[in-house]
Structure formats: C-alpha cells, structure tokens
C-alpha cells in the first residue's frame, strides 16, 4: 500500500443509507460495496446539507453550507465568485474531473457581467462547477408541453444509444427508461405502476453499466494526480430497471414502513402540507410501494454489481494500491416512510447517506472494516481530498472539516457537535399551494446524536425528535413544555451557526493574525500623545525630519 495518488469520487444520486447490506438491510446484498467498507472505514452518521439535488450537490462541491454558498434549489445557479472543490485541488496539484451528474446551473448573469466566455477554459471551469468535463450526463430528458426540463440532459447518452440502434427521439425515455407490452407500446416509466416492468434495454447497456464504462475510459487515460467525480444516476427516479434486476425483489422485500397515525393527524402544519402532496398521497399506498420499491431495490443491486466490475478493474490496474475510494450518496429517499415520498425532510430518511472511505496508504491500516459514529457532513470532503492532494485546505473558506485523522486513526470524533441541513421550498408547488411567501419557505434542522430540531421560518412552532428514544422520528415533542429546555439548548446551536463567519472568504484566519500587527509598523500612528510614548522603531519615518517653512506658500 502507498499513499493516495489520486481520488475516486463515487456518489449514488437518491441512495437510502439503510438500503445496503452494510448498512443492515436484511434483504438487499450488496457485497461489493461491503467489500470496500472492509477495506475502508463506514461512516453511520453521515448527513447531507439539503435534501434536494442540486443544492446538495453544491454544498459537496463547494465545501460549503448552503446558507454561504446560496444556490438553494435546483435549477438556482451556483455564484460565479464560488471557489469550488476542483479549484481547490487544482491549486493542491490535482486536477478534478467529472463523469456523471452534478445538476449544477451555471450563473450565466454574473459570467456575462464579469466578460467570462463559457468556451473559455475558465467560463468551462465556472459554468460546470468547478470541474473538468470528460462527460457530463445529469441523466433526465423528461419532455412536456412547455419543453424540455433539461435539454442538456443524458446528451451524450442519447448519441450512444442510438449508435447502437435504439432508434427515438429519446431513447433515454423510450428504452432505458421504459417498459414495452406485447404490441410493442412504451410503458413510460415516469408512471410508477409502470415500474413491475423491466426496462426495455439490453442491461449492459442501461445508464449505471454505461457510466461505470466511461468512468473506468477516463481512468485509464489519466496518470494523475486526479480526482474523479463518478457520479451516477441511479436509483434517482425513474424507478425502473432492465433484466435480470426486475425480477429480483418483489412485495416480499420490502421493509415494514416506518410511520403511524398518529404521526398523521397530529402533523406539524407545514409537514402536513408535504405529506399531502401528490407524491407523498402516491406512496402512502402500500399497492405503490410494494411496485416501486423492488424496482429501486434492482437499481441499487445493479450497482452494486457495476461497483463489482468497477473494483476487479481498478485491482487489475493496479490502481487500488493508489487511489482514495469515497462512495456516498446526495441524499435519500421516503418511499412511504412518515406518509411521504421524494426526499424534501428531515427525517434520516432523508438527510442520512452512506458514507463510506477507503483510504490505502499504511497510516489508515488501523481503521480498516471499521465503522465510525462521528457527526460528519458532505462538507467534509472537499478539505480531506485536498489533504489527500498534499495541500493546506482553506479552512476560512472551507466550512467542513478534514477526515483523514479519523480514517488515520488519530482521532474518533470530528470537532463538531451538531450538523446542519437546510431546505429553501419557495420555489416548489408546496409554497404555492400553501400561499407561503418567498421569505418564509425556509426551513432548517440542527442534530447532536440525541435530538434533532427542524426550525421554520414564518412563526410556525419548531419540530423536535428523540433519536435515542425514538430513533424511527415518530413523536414530534415540539410542542411539549417539559421539552422547553432541550428545545432552548438545540436553538443556541442553530444561532451559533448563523453567527459563523461564512462570508469573509479573502482572508485567512492566518492572515488576519498577522494583521493585527503589521499596520503598527505601515505609519499609522493613532492615540499617541508623544512619540517616547510609542516604540520609536515604529516611528522612524516622522523624526528627525526637516522642511522649509511653507505657511506663506511657495516662494517665486
């Protein structure tokens, strides 16, 4: 074993912490990942920042809450002024590619406004989040009567497809997408009654084996020092997936749901509203359930098996004796879980994703087939991949902290006591159905590892779980008095974090140190009656100096 040379970043977009064997799933195994856990260390309380897409991704990204770095929602551009993980560890000597998904929107205002041209290698660099591109594929060309959502999307996919013969428009939708019945009619797999079928797509061809490819293709063309960006699709919906996977699970697979009635018709307003939405009325069917889940439960076994190939690959290569493995996942998915589906909580349901770190340098020996209950954020693996670069990580800003000392075993806890997550609806027809103004659609969650607290703007009461007594997030205690205190102490956290420095990103805390002391000795003189009353090194520049006398003015 050497050290890391360069970074493999895998990320799973909509992956269930809990849906892996690893990771206690009595039904679904996944040994490969397995494998990489016992080489590595599994983290069991890792948590995402926001519990949508893109704003997840970009606190990943850029190391960054998404309270500093601002785009709060999909589809809200990334600030042209962010610094990102690829300058980071470009600056470290590393260069930072992406295969995959990463639902960034460029800030094509702020490029226009600074004369950044997109074809340009920076304008690429800003409008991509910071990575090189070797192949961006976000995965969705969903189509409706105002367009398309993303016309961008699965382009590169598409071409392929059809080079192969899958002829459309879309073969994204019409085939790996899709089912087909008997007379030969797609089955779209938007519909989710349309997810018992199987995908209408030779497997090796399906979006996940694809990927796997180009990522091992960019691999094997690069000597680094590099850090890949492997970011999948899947199990990210549509739920639907090609043989043999469809036929893997059925009813009999899915796990009891973890909700009650009295978590219904005794629901926080605002929780209510998301429970009532049409995707969480979907998904509290059982009928709904037991026909997705088995489909997202083959997606999952599916790459679970590319990671397989993927793995074989990089051990013939000789590559694992040089590269750092991170699996990880932007966030989860409900599936019924507490009446909803989709991800748009706080429930671990949601914010909760695997996280797991293989690391193959000797120093991470100790730690191997370990797990690790530290309180750790997606924000935490920029600064450990730009330690694994060899560089300093910016930690003024860089709001995450380093893992390499636990993965190193010199530490077991990381230096925080709470995480943070945040989730900015205003955009979402829940505002809009619920007449919530802009300002108001806004919430937050604070956790330690006994009580989470989900704060919303607008006046609303805050939410409040025991995760020790009530680790299933059943019993909002909220509004219980003889919970007033806990609810106080979780707020003082929550105000603790609003009151970090998260803006002043131009200076370091080194810098400004040495701030302190430095302008005493550039001439400023403030509060000094007599110049002995100063050190006079510092005044060396105002004594023994002579001038003619000018009160008149200048002699002609």
Not at 151 to 162: S, T
């Amino acid at each position: 074993m050497a050290k890391p040379k360069n970074v493999l970043f895998i990320m799973f977009d909509q992956l269930r912490w809990d849906y892996l064997s690893c990771y206690g799933h009595p039904h679904l195994d996944t040994p490969n990942i397995d494998r990489l856990a016992e080489k590595g260390v599994r983290f069991t309380r890792a948590y995402i920042q926001s519990p949508i897409c893109g704003s997840s991704r970009m606190s990943t990204y850029t190391g960054r809450y998404v309270h500093s770095h601002g785009a709060s929602w999909n589809g809200i551009p990334l600030k042209v002024g962010e610094i990102t993980m690829g300058d980071h560890l470009r600056k470290a000597g590393m260069d930072c590619y992406l295969v995959g998904k990463t639902h960034m929107r460029a800030d094509e205002e702020g490029m226009a406004r600074l004369g950044l041209e997109p074809d340009s290698l920076i304008g690429a660099r800003v409008s991509e989040c910071g990575f090189d591109v070797f192949e961006r594929d976000d995965g969705m060309l969903p189509e409706g009567p105002d367009g398309s959502y993303d016309p961008d999307g699965a382009r590169e996919y598409n071409k392929w497809l059809r080079a192969k013969g899958y002829e459309s428009d879309n073969p994204w939708h019409d085939f790996a997408n899709s089912g087909l019945d008997a007379e030969g009619n797609v089955l779209s797999g938007w519909f989710l009654k349309n997810s018992r079928e199987p995908a209408n797509i030779a497997e090796q061809d399906s979006e996940t084996p694809y990927l796997t490819g180009r990522g091992m293709e960019f691999m094997q063309g690069h000597d680094g020092p590099w850090c890949c960006h492997l970011s999948y699709i899947k199990p990210h919906w549509p739920y639907i997936v090609p043989e043999p996977y469809a036929s893997m699970f059925g009813p009999e697979h899915v796990q009891p749901v973890i909700r009650s009635d009295a978590e219904r018709q005794h629901a926080h307003p605002l929780f209510k509203a998301f429970m009532d939405t049409k995707v969480g009325e979907a998904f509290s069917r059982q009928d709904v359930r037991e026909t997705v889940i088995p489909a997202y439960m083959g997606l999952i076994k599916q790459a679970d098996d590319q990671m397989g190939r993927l793995f074989a690959w990089l051990e013939e290569t000789g590559r694992m004796e040089d590269t750092m493995i991170v699996l990880t996942s932007d966030h989860g998915d409900f599936l019924g879980d507490h009446w909803m589906g989709e991800k748009t909580f706080f429930h671990d349901t949601s914010t909760r994703v695997p996280l797991i770190i293989y690391d193959p340098s000797p120093e991470a020996d100790a730690t191997r087939g370990t797990t690790c209950d530290a309180l750790v954020e997606a924000i935490d693996l920029a600064p450990t991949f730009v330690e694994v670069a060899g560089g300093a990580p910016a930690y003024h800003i860089l709001e995450g902290e380093s893992l390499l000392p636990i993965l190193r075993g010199e530490r077991t806890e990381t230096k925080r006591d709470f995480v943070i997550c945040e989730y900015d609806f205003s955009a979402t027809p829940v505002a809009h159905m619920n007449d919530i103004p802009v300002r108001d659609a806004v919430m937050f969650m604070v956790a330690d590892k006994r009580w989470k607290l989900i704060h919303f703007e607008g006046g609303h009461r805050p939410m409040l779980f025991d995760l020790v007594a009530d680790p299933q997030e059943l019993t909002d205690l909220g509004d219980s008095d003889i919970h007033a205190e806990i609810i106080t102490t979780m707020y003082d956290k929550l105000f603790a974090w609003t009151r970090r420095a998260s803006q002043r990103t131009t200076r370091s805390e080194e810098q400004l140190i040495e701030m302190r002391t430095k302008t005493r000795k550039r001439g400023v003189v403030i509060g000094i009656y007599d110049e002995n009353d100063t050190p006079l090194d510092l005044t060396v520049k105002y004594r023994g100096r002579t001038a003619p006398d000018m009160k008149a003015g200048p002699r002609g």
